[in-house]
């Protein structure tokens, strides 16, 4: 499975963001799709996930401001971010976690909110 993440950039607070990310490969073996954060001197973290049966999950810190969608038809994962905090700011990955649990990872995209 190989992930190929766009968007971020960089956005005052309070500004909105939305990265997507798109599956190629063995997509028929994915069972759900994310989005993880690391801030600098801070582990990765989980944003937010979403099944093949669209049940999501969110991290306390985005729940209300970020929503995460999927089109299974095109492979793709959204996260909208919306109400940007500085503490958002970090580099996101896209991941993807396939049948027998492996996480693969696209490359991270870095999103900045400045205050």
């Known amino acids: 499975v190989q992930l190929q993440a766009s968007g971020g950039g960089l956005v005052q607070a309070g500004g909105s963001l939305r990265l997507s990310c798109a599956a190629s490969?063995?997509?028929?073996?994915?069972?759900?799709m994310g989005w993880y954060r690391q801030a600098p001197g801070k582990q990765r973290e989980l944003v937010a996930h979403i099944t093949n049966g669209g049940r999501t999950n969110y991290a306390d810190s985005v729940k209300a401001r970020f929503t995460i969608s999927r089109d299974n038809a095109k492979n793709t994962v959204t996260l909208q971010m919306n109400s940007l905090e500085p503490e958002d700011t970090a580099v996101y990955y896209c991941?993807?976690?396939?049948?027998?649990?492996?996480?693969?990872w696209g490359k991270g995209t870095q999103v900045t909110v400045s205050s």
């Open positions: 991941n993807a976690v396939v049948v027998g649990w492996a996480n693969y």
């Open positions: 490969g063995s997509i028929s073996n994915i069972n759900s």
